[in-house]
């Protein structure tokens, strides 16, 4: 295992005047300020904020933007503060439309820095630039759940290492990248990293491409010179699939002349209990970086990167700070958050086709929300709406029920009489005591609801079985008048949790 460098910044120099100088009179320091009437030429030699007067003289030299007047400084530091706002976009105009979805694309790699991952950048760059100084092979290992920017960043990685190398006058090293999911048999990997050094000798037929890999690096005359960098991706694969193939893996690292730099990729964040110790004990331990989920702030921050190069704004704040909420609280997924708002503007693309002189506008929180109900509905979300309208209503009335006097039971007769109170407010018929009864053991054959047993229809025990969130998603594109009120309690409700679990986060 290479040793890592630690990294120092240098530090700044700071000049520090003299006691001399400190003493200096005021008058005399303006008749040192460069740029005024009556200097003298050699002042002007000093006039450098990196050049410093002669010890002894016991002069203070002042740069020249010191020399700015104070009103002038204000109005510069006041325009660097005020943002610029930016021009409202055209969402009718196809061109425009076309440039945000692809700046939001899950696909779509930025051309600048990545954001939110500096300090994992900076580990797993320190190690690669390690062992290639030192000329010794070493394993990484790099997990996190998905959508946490690991392959992204790992292949920003290569880049820069490679560019690293150029500036050095180093060797350049290869690269290989690897997806195991692409592999028809796991000891495929072996043949792949045995197919980049065409320049050696060919292995007996008779030996294995991993017993030729082995042999290679275990004498110095057959050994590659330059270092190798070989990436493998969706390592899950091998961990779940053969372990034998991964403890190989790793165990290339420990040839006495191997110049491999194995860097693994996967989302399995129980390394240390799974394959850890085994590898531990065949002294071929990788150094471990972990991908945290995103944070609301994060998936702000990366959303407003990318869409920084463009000229218009694109969604309003309020809708951009909802979706990175929900998101970071339910998974810190970024490729949910690009999907969401990427839908999001399908849906206001949706709108302004529906109605062509509706004013043209920004992404809204209305917008988001909608976008949001369709990435994060769950399979009882669908079942309720492929429910016959008044069982549907039977549900509203069960959830309007609990939500107002906070039981988590009520019987058949109340539901009954909440229920005559929506089909009264929408005008829609109701029906007998007979038929809701039978609606009611048929939404509980389904798990929708649990009826009790009880002499009287009246009086058998309703419980809800489901998440009464899962009917407000259903029911948000219905016109239920009666249920509206609620749903807007709802929804404030899910905000203030979601900002708790966050804070929690």
């Known amino acids: 295992m290479p040793t890592l460098r630690s990294a120092t910044a240098n530090g700044s120099l700071v000049g520090t005047p003299s006691p001399a100088a400190a003493s200096t009179p005021r008058s005399v320091k303006r008749r040192l300020m460069p740029g005024r009437t009556g200097e003298s030429p050699d002042a002007s030699r000093h006039t450098s904020p990196h050049q410093f007067p002669h010890?002894?003289?016991?002069?203070?030299?002042?740069?020249?933007?010191?020399?700015?007047?104070?009103k002038s400084s204000r109005k510069r530091l006041y325009s660097d503060l005020v943002a610029v706002e930016k021009p409202k976009w055209n969402p009718r105009d196809a061109a425009q439309m076309r440039a945000v979805k692809e700046a939001l694309h899950v696909a779509t790699v930025p051309s600048s820095e990545l954001v939110c991952r500096d300090n994992e950048l900076r580990r797993v760059l320190e190690f690669c630039k390690a062992c290639v100084e030192q000329e010794k092979a070493g394993s990484l290992y790099v997990c996190g759940c998905p959508g946490t920017g690991k392959t992204l960043s790992i292949s920003k990685i290569k880049d820069s290492l490679v560019c690293w190398a150029d500036e050095m006058g180093m060797e350049t090293p290869d690269s290989l990248g690897i997806n195991c999911?692409?592999?028809?048999?796991?000891?495929?990997i072996f043949g792949k990293i045995l197919g980049k050094f065409q320049n050696r000798k060919k292995g007996s037929s008779k030996l294995s491409p991993l017993q030729q890999l082995q042999?290679?690096?275990?004498?110095?005359?057959?050994?590659?010179?330059?270092?190798?960098?070989?990436?493998?991706?969706?390592?899950?694969?091998?961990?779940t699939r053969d372990r034998a193939v991964l403890h190989d893996f790793f165990m290339l690292t420990t040839c006495p002349f191997s110049r491999c730099i194995l860097i693994g990729?996967?989302?399995?964040?129980?390394?240390?209990?799974?394959?850890?110790?085994?590898?531990?004990?065949l002294?071929?331990?990788?150094?471990?970086?972990?991908?945290?989920?995103?944070?609301?702030?994060?998936?702000?921050?990366?959303?407003?990167?990318?869409?920084?190069?463009?000229?218009?704004?694109?969604?309003?704040?309020?809708?951009?700070?909802?979706?990175?909420?929900?998101?970071?609280?339910?998974?810190?997924?970024?490729?949910?958050?690009?999907?969401v708002c990427r839908s999001a503007m399908e849906v206001l693309e949706a709108k302004l086709q529906d109605s062509p002189d509706q004013e043209l506008g920004i992404v809204t929180f209305d917008h988001m929300d909608i976008a949001l109900s369709k990435?994060?509905?769950?399979?009882?979300?669908?079942?309720?709406?492929?429910?016959?309208?008044?069982?549907?209503?039977?549900?509203?009335?069960?959830?309007?029920?609990?939500?107002?006097?906070?039981?988590?039971?009520t019987t058949l007769g109340e539901l009954n009489k909440s229920y005559i109170e929506i089909c009264r407010s929408t005008q829609v018929p109701a029906v007998g005591m007979l038929e809701f009864s039978n609606m009611c053991m048929v939404l509980s054959d389904q798990g929708f609801m649990k009826l009790g047993q009880s002499k009287e229809d009246k009086l058998r025990r309703v419980t809800l079985q489901i998440d009464r969130s899962d009917i407000t998603f259903a029911f948000k594109v219905l016109?239920?008048?009666?249920?509206?009120?609620?749903?807007?309690?709802?929804?404030?409700?899910?905000?203030?949790?979601?900002?708790v679990r966050d804070e929690l986060w």
């Open 375 to 409: 990435a994060f509905k769950s399979a009882v979300v669908d079942s309720i709406l492929c429910l016959p309208q008044h069982q549907q209503m039977v549900l509203c009335a069960l959830a309007n029920t609990f939500q107002h006097c906070k039981k988590k039971a």
């Open 181 to 188: 999911t692409n592999l028809a048999n796991t000891s495929e």
């Open 479 to 499: 016109s239920f008048n009666m249920i509206k009120p609620w749903l807007h309690h709802e929804a404030l409700s899910w905000s203030a949790e979601i900002s």
């Open 283 to 339: 002294n071929c331990k990788p150094l471990v970086v972990t991908f945290r989920a995103y944070s609301k702030d994060q998936i702000s921050d990366i959303v407003k990167h990318r869409l920084k190069d463009l000229e218009y704004d694109v969604f309003e704040p309020l809708a951009l700070e909802f979706c990175a909420r929900k998101v970071a609280a339910a998974s810190g997924d970024m490729r949910k958050a690009l999907g």
């Open 55 to 70: 010890s002894g003289t016991g002069t203070v030299c002042m740069p020249k933007l010191l020399s700015a007047s104070p």
């Open 265 to 281: 990729i996967a989302n399995a964040i129980d390394l240390a209990d799974r394959f850890l110790p085994k590898l531990e004990s």
């Open 215 to 239: 042999s290679m690096f275990s004498n110095k005359d057959s050994a590659p010179r330059r270092m190798m960098l070989v990436i493998v991706d969706e390592m899950d694969y091998l961990i």
